[in-house]
């Protein structure tokens, strides 16, 4: 096995979402090594602009080149929403997104088609761009969800407000009859329980992280980067509070992940910022 099939493969998100990925890794490609980031310093990422997501992106991914990854994952609905398409060709390995694999699942299971996501991705419409192109016929509505992450990062997924908060954003799609709701941020998922309770059971459940795995065994194999060997443990990364984080995976992980602080160039706080529901037809 040469040196590039052993290197690991690199998956970012805002926080917490992208363990959802990290997960169907795990069961998927137990066999390749990983390193996470999450650039919890600067989360939300889903009212941030387009200028600022992208350079965050280019950061992290200046700084996964320096750890040598083979290959990274986009863990985030955001960053694949506002910057994949611009960072793709600046770097030599492969960069995955997870819109593309989540609107081509979609498209299996439905023609009404409801996305909750960020509202940045939300707005840039990637998703009705991405159904539409494999079925011109299907119908997309999406709604930005601003406060789901700030829920999910402070760990409050069985507060009964999160509840309340969940019906008032899937109501305006139920309202369509969607048969398919994609979770279109990759935090969305640890919501999971809300959501079997609150959809009827006639609503498909599309949770994008399965595909977008999917597509990376897929380019591993077809590049020669796919590794057969024992895995190394996780490397985790963080740009904010190193203490938080493990507190809050490990209920997903099963077990306390170690994590170290990294600091990348120009480290902003935001604000959790509230805002009103908007359903983007
Ligand atoms: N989990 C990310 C996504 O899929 C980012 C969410 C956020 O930080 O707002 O969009």
């Known amino acids: 096995m040469n040196n590039v099939q052993n290197s690991p493969i690199g998956v970012f998100d805002s926080g917490v979402g992208g363990l959802t990925v990290l997960r169907e890794l795990y069961q998927q490609l137990p066999q390749e090594s990983i390193i996470y980031f999450a650039d919890t310093a600067r989360l939300p ?4 602009s387009e200028s600022e997501i992208l350079r965050f992106v280019r950061e992290i991914l200046v700084w ?68 539409q192109e ?25 507060d009964p ?34 959501f079997r309770e609150i959809l009827p059971s006639t609503v498909n459940l599309i949770d994008p992280a ?6 990376a065994e897929k380019e591993l194999k077809l590049m020669g980067l796919y590794r057969n060997y024992t895995a190394q443990a996780t490397r985790f990364y963080v740009s904010g ?11 997903w992980l ?5 994590v170290e602080s990294v600091s990348l160039p120009k480290i902003m706080r935001s604000s959790w910022a509230r805002e009103e529901t908007e359903i983007l037809e």
Not at 45 to 48: E, I, K, P
Not at 210 to 215: D, E, G, H, T
């Open 45 to 48: 990422y889903g009212n941030r």
């Open 64 to 131: 996964m080149n320096q750890q040598n990854v083979k290959m990274v994952i986009m863990a985030c609905n955001t960053s694949s929403a506002l910057a994949l398409e611009t960072v793709r060709s600046e770097f030599n390995f492969p960069i995955l997104g997870v819109i593309l694999p989540g609107a081509r699942a979609a498209v299996q299971q439905g023609q009404r088609i409801g996305v909750i996501s960020t509202p940045a991705t939300a707005k840039s419409g990637a998703y009705r761009q991405a159904i």
């Open 134 to 158: 494999i079925n011109p016929d299907a119908q997309v509505w999406q709604i930005g969800c601003p406060e789901f992450v700030p829920l999910i990062e402070q760990n409050r997924i069985y």
């Open 161 to 194: 407000y999160t509840k309340q908060v969940a019906l008032q954003y899937v109501s305006p799609l139920l309202a369509r009859n969607i048969d398919t709701l994609i979770y279109g941020c990759t935090h969305y998922r640890h919501l999971a329980p809300i």
């Open 210 to 215: 399965s595909f977008v795995v999917q597509a």
């Open 241 to 251: 509070c190193p203490k938080t984080f493990p507190k809050v995976s490990q209920q």
């Open 254 to 258: 099963g077990y306390c992940p170690v």
